[in-house]
């Protein structure tokens, strides 16, 4: 647990980590134990904050002053990272837990995540095709989601109904990597209508459901995988002229606060 401060990760990964060490079972009790124990180390300050993508503070950006606010500009703007880039490039995460993580491993580049939600609706997969298409350009979507009967579904699901990508890659979790990491299984879900044509696809026991959730997967490594799935997409020299760019347009928004700082010292 000591190398996931600077990754920040969730209660559920912490939860699968120690599964898969054998320290702890993968039970719903014990996650309620771990939960409880975990939140009274972090309130002693034994244990870094984890990441909660649920309970938020909603509240419209506000500032002090003007002065406050120009003075803020300058770290708040950004230019978008992907123009020049010959192709578009999406990150679909199958579930929001995985969002915070994700924006801050892709930030660097710009690049966008989607974050499905399961089976998402209509509406939003109109809004990343119309945005898709509004690019003008190739675009590829990497998926990260869990291994399971209904991940599978969801994602062709989400292609079916975009209908705008060039080319699709399942970054995690696929089968080959449940087996290489060895990671542990969870109980599926009984009653699923997928189910059964997945067991005999992979070869489990029909009577015995299971899934695999992408957060079994050791927080490094996840984020190896997914920086190496994006990294063709990425023409560096390009990206870095356009971060050039965008510094020396921080620079000149800069001098601009400092001017109208100044504005009130004046006699």
């Known amino acids: 647990m000591d190398g996931y401060a600077p990754l920040k990760v969730t209660l559920r990964q912490v939860m699968y980590r120690l599964a898969a060490e054998g320290v702890l079972p993968h039970t719903p009790p014990m996650y309620r134990r771990l939960s409880s124990q975990l939140a ?34 300058p770290s708040w703007f950004r230019l978008d990272r992907t123009a020049g880039q010959e192709h578009a490039l999406y990150v679909a995460a199958e579930k929001d837990t995985l969002r915070q993580q994700l924006t801050g491993w892709l930030e660097f580049a710009g690049i966008p995540v989607l974050v499905v939600r399961g089976f998402s609706s209509q509406s939003y997969a109109d809004v990343v095709r119309d945005r898709v298409v509004h690019e003008q350009r190739k675009a590829h979507l990497a998926v990260v989601g869990d291994f399971d009967c209904s991940g599978e579904d969801i994602e062709r699901d989400w292609v079916e109904r975009t209908g705008c990508w060039s ?42 459901p299971v899934q695999w959730e992408v957060e079994a997967l050791e927080p490094g490594e996840l984020r190896r995988l997914v920086l190496a799935a994006v990294d063709p997409y990425i023409d560096r020299d390009v990206l870095a002229r356009q971060i050039a760019r965008e510094e020396q347009q921080r620079r000149a928004l800069e001098g601009f606060a400092g001017r109208w700082g100044m504005r009130n010292e004046e006699p």
């Open 40 to 73: 009274q180390a972090r309130r002693e300050g034994r244990f870094p904050d984890l990441i909660d993508t649920v309970r938020e503070v909603h509240v419209p950006p506000a500032w002090t002053d003007a002065d406050a606010f120009v003075a803020e500009m």
């Open 167 to 208: 080319s699709v890659t399942r970054v995690l979790l696929t089968y080959e990597q449940v087996r290489a990491y060895g990671l542990p299984a969870t109980e599926g879900k009984r009653g699923d209508p997928r189910w059964p044509a997945f067991a005999r696809r992979y070869g489990f026991d029909i009577e015995h």
